[in-house]
């Protein structure tokens, strides 16, 4: 067997069509507003990336750029004046933010309906609770999106996540137990791990540990999503050991081409969503 490869980067372009074609028909321009502190270098690049994404489909975005000592006061103050302001559609703090701010003291002032990361805890709250939240984390969504064109019904399935962020772990988690899985998430302290992701139908690694996954950690005939983005000798991998998996996996999601662009392309399908939302 040799593993189908989960082009992302095909998926997202036909989400960019259909949300160019929305935008086209609004009576003004959706707007997203990117917060980021300092000058963390993968958030640079992800931040140069959601613009230019924005921008190839006619959406709007405004960059906020705070120096790494910028303070909490001055950072809240910035999110409830776009909170207010009606041209912003959608608000995003560029993660990670430096040590001295708390992370979720900053995103829980950003009001739900404008939420468009999907972090406030209403949100994930009514995500948890299984019922419809505004706006679910861009990641999470994307992989669910792309397991949706595997499996017409994901119930059943044996899930297994390796990493328990806030930001893909523990919404997917969620996400995939309202789909009715079986789902086993995994983390830094988990004992035996290879002998829980050798169960998964469906594996989904992110925890940041450049091939982590090699084939004696998973089943014939998985389905593998990574979302890892690391370094390996100057070249950009994943959290699964692509070349040691392919032979044994039914499914895989390149890196990079694969997750990345999903969750860019599901951050911008939440702030045309927001924006509708705020016309209704
Ligand atoms: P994080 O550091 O917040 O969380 C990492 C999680 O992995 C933690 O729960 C930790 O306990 C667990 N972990 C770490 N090492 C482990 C190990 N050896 N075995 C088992 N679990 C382990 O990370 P994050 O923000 O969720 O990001 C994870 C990875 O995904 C990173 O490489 C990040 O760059 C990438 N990422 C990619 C996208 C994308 O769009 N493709 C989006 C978000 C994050």
């Given at each position: 067997m040799t593993a189908e490869i989960i082009n992302g980067k095909t998926t997202a372009s036909g989400i960019y069509e259909i949300l160019a074609q929305r935008i086209k028909d609004f009576p003004s321009t959706p707007k997203l507003a990117i917060i980021m502190v300092g000058n963390d270098d993968g958030s640079v690049i992800y931040v140069r990336n959601k613009q230019k994404a924005a921008e190839k489909i006619g959406l709007k975005t405004e960059l906020f750029h705070f120096p790494e000592n910028a303070s909490e006061d001055e950072i809240i103050t910035l999110i409830s004046r776009l909170n207010a302001d009606?041209?912003?559609?959608g608000i995003i703090v560029q993660l990670?933010?430096?040590?001295?701010?708390t992370t979720n003291k900053i995103i829980n002032h950003i009001m739900p309906q404008k939420d468009v990361d999907g972090f406030n805890p209403y949100n994930t709250g009514m995500l948890q609770n299984n019922e419809q939240p505004y706006f679910v984390a861009a990641t999470p969504l994307g992989i669910m999106t792309m397991l949706k064109n595997i499996y017409s019904d994901l119930s059943g399935k044996n899930v297994v996540i390796i990493g328990a962020s806030l930001i893909v772990g523990r919404p997917l988690a969620t996400l995939m137990l309202n789909q009715e899985c079986t789902v086993t998430i995994t983390h830094?302290?988990?004992?035996?791990i290879k002998e829980l992701t050798r169960k998964a139908d469906i594996l989904i690694a992110a925890c940041g540990v450049a091939k982590l996954v090699k084939k004696d950690w998973i089943k014939d005939g998985a389905v593998l999503i990574d979302v890892g983005i690391n370094r390996d000798n100057g070249k950009i991998c994943g959290d699964i050991d692509a070349d040691d998996v392919k032979e044994k996996a039914a499914f895989l999601t390149p890196v990079p081409g694969g997750v990345g662009p999903m969750t860019i392309a599901m951050l911008l399908q939440n702030t045309v969503d927001a924006y509708i939302l705020q016309h209704q």
């Amino acid at each position: 067997m040799t593993a189908e490869i989960i082009n992302g980067k095909t998926t997202a372009s036909g989400i960019y069509e259909i949300l160019a074609q929305r935008i086209k028909d609004f009576p003004s321009t959706p707007k997203l507003a990117i917060i980021m502190v300092g000058n963390d270098d993968g958030s640079v690049i992800y931040v140069r990336n959601k613009q230019k994404a924005a921008e190839k489909i006619g959406l709007k975005t405004e960059l906020f750029h705070f120096p790494e000592n910028a303070s909490e006061d001055e950072i809240i103050t910035l999110i409830s004046r776009l909170n207010a302001d009606s041209q912003t559609n959608g608000i995003i703090v560029q993660l990670p933010l430096p040590a001295h701010l708390t992370t979720n003291k900053i995103i829980n002032h950003i009001m739900p309906q404008k939420d468009v990361d999907g972090f406030n805890p209403y949100n994930t709250g009514m995500l948890q609770n299984n019922e419809q939240p505004y706006f679910v984390a861009a990641t999470p969504l994307g992989i669910m999106t792309m397991l949706k064109n595997i499996y017409s019904d994901l119930s059943g399935k044996n899930v297994v996540i390796i990493g328990a962020s806030l930001i893909v772990g523990r919404p997917l988690a969620t996400l995939m137990l309202n789909q009715e899985c079986t789902v086993t998430i995994t983390h830094i302290h988990t004992r035996n791990i290879k002998e829980l992701t050798r169960k998964a139908d469906i594996l989904i690694a992110a925890c940041g540990v450049a091939k982590l996954v090699k084939k004696d950690w998973i089943k014939d005939g998985a389905v593998l999503i990574d979302v890892g983005i690391n370094r390996d000798n100057g070249k950009i991998c994943g959290d699964i050991d692509a070349d040691d998996v392919k032979e044994k996996a039914a499914f895989l999601t390149p890196v990079p081409g694969g997750v990345g662009p999903m969750t860019i392309a599901m951050l911008l399908q939440n702030t045309v969503d927001a924006y509708i939302l705020q016309h209704q």
